[in-house]
Nanobody, 126 residues
């Protein structure tokens, strides 16, 4: 069983930065892609970013491109989301997720993900 635990959320002013972490356990972390999603109040959950098992390739939603950076430390079984130039519209619960197997290289579709963390709240004030 895979466990994902996010941390690093909080309240920040517009223009500020936060770094989210997601610690994984339960299987060999270094062989699987990872993703970040978010869900704002009253909205559907949406893709934010994904990273391949090696960290060599990444993919971002257009709304965060150039402001957010996804990275991973396979030695620590942790994936990160560095969020800069935050905007009020970035306010959401942020989730990390993992696909069921290593066949998924860089998925954007949340249906490709099987394991989910509990989420961490990010609130950006104007």
């Amino acid at each position: 069983q895979v466990q994902l635990v996010e941390s690093g959320g909080g309240l920040v002013q517009a223009g500020g930065s936060l770094r989210l972490s997601c610690a994984a356990s339960g299987r060999t972390f270094s062989t699987y892609a990872m993703g970040w999603f978010r869900q704002a109040p009253g909205k559907e959950r949406e893709f934010v970013a994904a990273i391949t098992w090696s960290g060599g390739s990444t993919n971002y939603a257009d709304s965060v491109k150039g402001r957010f950076t996804i990275s991973r430390d396979n030695a620590k079984s942790t994936v990160f989301l560095q969020m800069n130039s935050l905007k009020p519209e970035d306010t959401a619960v942020y989730y990390c997720a993992a696909p069921p197997d290593s066949d998924y290289t860089l998925p954007r579709d949340q249906r490709a993900y099987f394991y989910w963390g509990q989420g961490t709240q990010v609130t950006v004030s104007s």
